[in-house]
């Protein structure tokens, strides 16, 4: 996932009545790593800090909008 890609997370992510993650909220990917066999992502969450998710809490919008476009014959 390069570094830029608009994600959406798919999760409400709370603990201790503070949330980290918002359902349907976009977040900005800054960095990206494998960490014992699950692929990450560096953003800055809703606590103002930056941390590591698993990417499968995400969707990758800019893949569903490149695959509608090449379906409506635009790329």
């Known amino acids: ?5 608009k ?4 999760v409400d992510m709370k603990k201790n009545n503070i949330t980290y993650l918002s359902k349907d ?3 900005t990917v800054e960095s990206t790593t494998i960490s ?3 692929l990450k992502v560096w953003i ?8 590591y998710y698993e ?7 800019s ?3 490149d695959l509608l476009l090449k379906q409506l014959g635009i790329i």
Do not use: H
Request: proline share 3%; no cysteine.
């Open 1 to 5: 996932i390069p570094d830029g890609t």
């Open 7 to 10: 994600i959406k997370s798919i």
């Open 25 to 27: 909220k976009f977040y």
């Open 36 to 38: 014992y066999g699950y």
């Open 44 to 51: 800055l969450d809703d606590t103002g800090y930056r941390n």
């Open 55 to 61: 990417y499968k809490y995400f969707e990758d919008v």
């Open 63 to 65: 893949i569903q909008r």
